[in-house]
């Protein structure tokens, strides 16, 4: 086992397809989900098609996700880009800062962001046409503020289905920023080769120290790669856990 230290954004799929592609455990609350490549992709489309049909988004528009590493995450950051979207995401609270790019001075046309963020004073949450709380614990959101919608509600109202409506080109802007596609797809690879991450290998994520997707899964799943996210990782049951769940990689 070897620590590592700090496109197409299509994943490859796992050589074994019944292994989670991506697995998501909060070592505080006991809880824990696996998805396979097939489930992630599923999530993915459910996402793509809120996104879609339910908003009425077209390829371009501006999505914000205000999101932590989770397979909820995941999901709509890979649903969004399936489509077409360019996505702004922001791990941490900017206290107050301004959002420096590129239309930062208009409401995005979706947001999405945890209801823990939405209530924190230090957080600069910006105006969005369509806005999403995304929750991490909870299936369902038990309050949920006016003018605001609850994701894992409303995504099911979307079938998971993949949809064949877009084309993408890897010049196309994948961020505001305007860095495209193909330039993230071609930085992921490049972060799994520096890795030396493979097909069939899985990386462990310390999901309070990695929250860049780029890190926790466009790297590794564009080598086929599968991810397993820890929150509140217990470092004291590190080494069993690298053992029990066949990790290669720490990040």
């Known amino acids: 086992m070897t620590a590592s230290t700090p496109v197409t954004l299509v994943p490859q799929a796992p050589r074994d397809a019944d292994r989670p592609l991506l ?11 696996d998805l396979t490549a097939t489930q992630l992709g599923e999530w993915a489309a459910r996402s793509a098609g809120l996104l879609r049909d339910g908003c009425g988004l077209a390829p371009g ?15 709509v950051l890979l649903g969004a880009w399936s489509v077409g979207m360019s996505v702004s995401y922001r791990p941490r609270a900017l206290a107050g800062l301004p959002v420096l790019e590129p239309g930062g001075d208009r409401p995005y ?3 999405f962001v945890t209801p823990e963020r939405l209530d924190d004073w230090l957080e600069d ?24 919608l609850d994701w894992s509600s409303e995504v099911l109202r979307h079938p998971g289905v993949t949809p064949n409506y877009t084309e993408i080109h890897p010049s196309d802007p994948a ?8 330039e993230w797809g ?3 690879r490049e972060m799994a080769e520096m890795w030396d991450l ?8 310390d999901a309070a120290e990695h929250e860049q997707p780029l890190k926790w899964l466009l790297a590794p799943l564009s080598v086929g790669a599968s991810v397993l996210i820890c929150a509140n990782l217990d470092r004291s049951t590190l080494d069993a856990r690298i053992a ?8």
């Open 23 to 33: 697995s998501y455990c909060d070592d505080a609350t006991g809880a824990r989900i």
């Open 61 to 75: 528009s501006r999505v914000a996700v205000l999101l932590p590493p989770h397979w909820r995450t995941a999901a």
């Open 109 to 111: 046309d979706a947001v």
């Open 125 to 148: 949450v910006p105006d969005g046409t369509h806005r999403y709380l995304v929750g991490t614990g909870a299936e369902q959101l038990a309050d949920v503020p006016v003018g605001w």
């Open 175 to 182: 961020s505001p920023d305007g860095t495209t596609y193909g």
């Open 186 to 188: 071609g930085l992921a």
């Open 198 to 205: 493979r097909a069939g290998d899985r990386l462990l994520v």
């Open 244 to 251: 029990a769940e066949q990790v290669t990689r720490v990040l």
